[in-house]
């Protein structure tokens, strides 16, 4: 099973994001169970870059705020990001989005300015991964556009009786 997950942390960056964005996360992933390594891995990018980290190591300084077992299968959207994997984090991206929010308050749809076609930042990463997945109606999002929030509340509402809502937990 993969699963999507949403998480803050007590650091500046993190606060800035949930103010900017009104966003009751700051941060989106990805975790699923390799049957390789025999570890859970979370899937994200953070300011190391996208790549993948053992979900009690990544446990010990975020608090995850919701997560989504859904009832559609993403391996064919991890393979749609997978390209991403070892390339840092789109700062540039992570700027515009200011320039996106701005368009929101003036009731306009702007695109993200300064996203970059080779990086990723986290919201972005997983809206491709539903994107690739072909979850229903993740192709209307723009994941150079898509915010931590834009997508909790685009899985809170996806029409699927089957999904999965976990509680929030605290990790830390």
Excluded at 4 to 16: A, I, Y
Excluded at 37 to 66: D, M, Y
């Amino acid at each position: 099973m993969i699963t999507v997950g949403f998480s803050t942390h007590p650091g500046l960056l993190s606060r800035l994001i949930r103010f900017v964005t009104r966003s009751r996360a700051s941060h989106a992933w990805i975790v699923f169970d390799d049957r390789h390594f025999r570890v859970r891995f979370v899937l994200e990018s953070t300011g190391k870059g996208f790549h993948l980290i053992p979900f009690e190591r990544w446990g010990r300084s975020n608090a995850v705020v919701r997560t989504f077992d859904l009832p559609y299968p993403l391996e064919d959207g991890l393979a749609a990001v997978a390209g991403y994997l070892g390339e840092s984090y789109d700062v540039g991206g992570l700027v515009g989005m200011v320039v996106v929010l701005a368009g929101r308050w003036l009731r306009r749809r702007w695109r993200n300015p300064l996203a970059s076609s080779r990086t990723v930042f986290c919201s972005e990463a997983v809206t491709r991964i539903l994107v690739g997945a072909g979850v229903p109606g993740a192709e209307e999002l723009d994941p150079e556009a898509t915010s931590p929030e834009d997508l909790l509340v685009f899985l809170e509402t996806l029409n699927s009786p089957q999904s999965t809502v976990h509680s929030p937990q605290t990790s830390g």
